[in-house]
Each structure stands twice: as structure tokens, then as C-alpha cells.
């Protein structure tokens, strides 16, 4: 099983970014839910968005209106794109699968970077 986030970068403060995430399993497992969590120095991983397999969704307060989760079920993809960036949105966003049988695993993170 495999989780690899993509997109991260450096943007200036209300730009976009998009970030990709492809969870695999040689078609063996399936995904019942995906998202995204962010970890800033010095503070705990919290959730930014979800999404279900039936395409529910759920954000943190702090991105609503400006993050767009969404998830491609054929391909085991989520993206998050991210609008009106902020620097307080600087974090390293880790995508996170939710798998039938397996349970919880995480890609390795990508740096998110937005200068005032």
C-alpha cells in the first residue's frame, strides 16, 4: 500500500496551489474515506478537509471557502486546491487513506510554503 502527496511548493500569500495525492494497492484494498492534515512547526497535525467515498466532505474552519477537497474513486486520487492562500496555511499537508480491512495510512508529506 502505497500513499504519494504531489503540489506542494512556495506561493505568495493569495495565490493557489493544488496538491495531488495517489493511494494504491495493486486493486486489492478499497478506500472509504481521504483528506488531508497539515503540521506546522511547533504545533499538532490537525485535519484541513475530508472527503468520502460517496464525495461528502468536511473542512476545517480555518480553510472553508478558500480549500477545495475533491477525489477521483477510479483512480484512488485526492486533490486539495488551495485558494487565497495564507501564511498561516505554511505546513507540510500530509494525505491521509482510510482503508476497508487495513484501516488508517499516511503519504510522507509535502511542503506547503506561502510568503507574506
Known amino acids: 500500500v502505497q500513499v504519494v502527496e504531489s503540489g506542494g511548493g512556495l506561493v505568495q500569500a493569495g495565490g493557489s496551489l493544488r496538491l495531488s495525492c495517489v493511494a494504491s494497492s495493486g486493486n486489492i484494498f478499497s478506500i472509504k474515506t481521504m483528506g488531508w492534515y497539515r503540521q506546522a512547526p511547533g504545533k499538532q497535525r490537525e485535519l484541513v478537509a475530508t472527503?468520502?467515498?460517496?464525495?461528502?466532505?468536511n473542512y476545517v474552519d480555518s480553510v472553508n471557502g478558500r480549500f477545495t477537497i475533491s477525489r477521483d474513486n477510479v483512480k484512488n486520487t485526492v486533490y486539495l486546491q488551495m485558494n487565497s492562500l495564507k501564511p498561516e496555511d505554511t505546513a507540510v499537508y500530509y494525505c491521509?487513506?482510510?482503508?476497508?480491512?487495513?484501516?488508517?495510512?499516511w503519504g510522507q508529506g509535502t511542503q506547503v510554503t506561502v510568503s507574506s
Open positions: 491521509w487513506a482510510n482503508w476497508v480491512l487495513l484501516g488508517d495510512t
Open positions: 472527503i468520502t467515498e460517496g464525495g461528502s466532505t
